[in-house]
């Protein structure tokens, strides 16, 4: 990826997590100059769907990082507003409006729900506001309605076929033991996250399409939602071990927390033979597991790229510069991190995020 950061000098405005509408309006009314030149610095407002999420608050927690980086390398101060949703769509329209009516000159929004990008396009455009949503992506039909709207994430496909792609690796190295009922088909349950959301659907159908394309026989002993909820993983796998007992051979999970959640449930049965866990994200918890040998494997999903695309769009778009010369822009809105699987073997190259 290409990189420009152009300007810097930092100040972080953090709202903590559950105190809500006051706090942001709290630290709002405490933004310099609304509506000022560039002497004021750039203002990047950033709305999370909800902070209480690993993988999420890992890309605000790079975000702030680079920022302070930005700090060092040049003149300019960088604020951000970093507004936590809390799952509400609601609660997160009126931060975007907070932020649009006191002259942030970016924003950055983790949509909760994807279906409401096109009400947040129309009020950035109608207030010139550069728009860049990531980690949870509109239709595209959303993402074109203004030249000036963006989406930073990954592609949820390739997660999916790289996570059934680790299975498919144990499968052909290792049969005999991952096929414990010894009958040449691979049993399996799956952990899913959001209904409806880009990376529930897709890491679902890409893992297992992996494995039958290559002509592995599977079998799906159950399937349930866990919102990508460590908790309600444990308890969902807790009902499946007294289902299915040693019959559940691989447990796919769309994200790493639902795959320590399945990790919990295990432990507390105390059985000497676990299934295969696979999960996505490379978190820190998740890649300690990996170390400890009780996940198996998983995707790497890139935290840091993902911020520093964000930063490195919003400070071109800040400087009335072409955002293509800043970040590897594919039709004009979208910029896409890659996945990379993750095992014991190559583990100490993902130390960070
Ligand atoms: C996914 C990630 C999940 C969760 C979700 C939220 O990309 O793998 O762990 O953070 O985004 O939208």
């Known amino acids: 990826m290409r990189r420009r950061i152009k300007s810097c000098c930092s100040r972080l405005c953090r709202l903590p997590a559950g105190k ?3 706090a942001l309006a709290l630290a709002l009314a405490l933004l310099p100059g609304c509506g000022g030149g560039k002497d004021d610095g750039l203002r990047i407002g950033v709305a999370l769907y909800t902070q209480d999420d690993t993988f999420i608050s890992t890309v605000a927690q790079n975000l702030e990082g680079i920022v302070r980086e930005a700090e060092g390398e040049t003149g300019r101060q960088i604020t951000l507003f970093i507004a936590d949703g809390r799952s509400s769509q609601a ?25 409401a990008a096109a009400v ?34 990954a592609s949820a496909q390739e997660s999916g076929a790289l996570q059934g792609e ?10 005999e033991t991952l096929d414990r009922s ?18 529930s659907l897709l890491r679902t159908e890409y893992s297992v399409k992996a494995l039958t394309d290559a002509g592995v026989e599977v079998e799906k002993l159950g399937n349930e939602t866990a919102n990508w909820n460590r908790a309600q993983a444990a308890a969902r796998t807790a009902q499946w071990l007294e289902e299915f007992g040693d019959g559940i051979e691989v447990i796919f999970s769309n994200n790493d927390d639902m795959a320590l959640g399945a990790i919990d449930a295990l432990a507390e049965t105390e ?30 999903n890139d935290s840091r790229g993902q911020a520093q695309a964000m930063m490195d769009l919003a400070l071109a778009l800040w400087n009335g510069e072409d955002p293509a010369q800043a970040v590897d822009l594919e039709e004009g809105h979208y910029v896409w991190l890659p996945y990379r699987a993750v095992t014991l073997a190559n583990l100490e190259e993902f130390q960070e995020g």
């Open 120 to 153: 947040i396009a129309d009020k950035a455009e109608a207030e010139g506001v550069p728009l860049i949503f990531f980690n949870r992506q509109p239709v595209e039909e959303d993402i074109r309605r203004w030249d000036r709207i963006y989406y930073v994430g």
């Open 20 to 22: 809500g509408a006051a």
């Open 182 to 199: 010894g009958d040449g088909v691979l049993q399996y349950v799956m952990l899913e996250g959001e209904p409806g959301h880009q990376d």
């Open 166 to 175: 680790l299975v498919l690796d144990a499968w052909q190295a290792d049969r």
């Open 91 to 115: 609660t997160q329209m009126d931060q975007v409006d907070r932020f649009l009516s006191r002259g942030c000159d970016v924003l950055c929004v983790n949509l909760v729900d994807r279906t």
């Open 271 to 300: 059985r000497s033979r676990w299934p295969l866990i696979v999960g996505v994200d490379a978190t820190a918890p998740a890649r300690e597991a990996v170390a400890a040998g009780q996940l198996y494997g998983t995707v790497h």
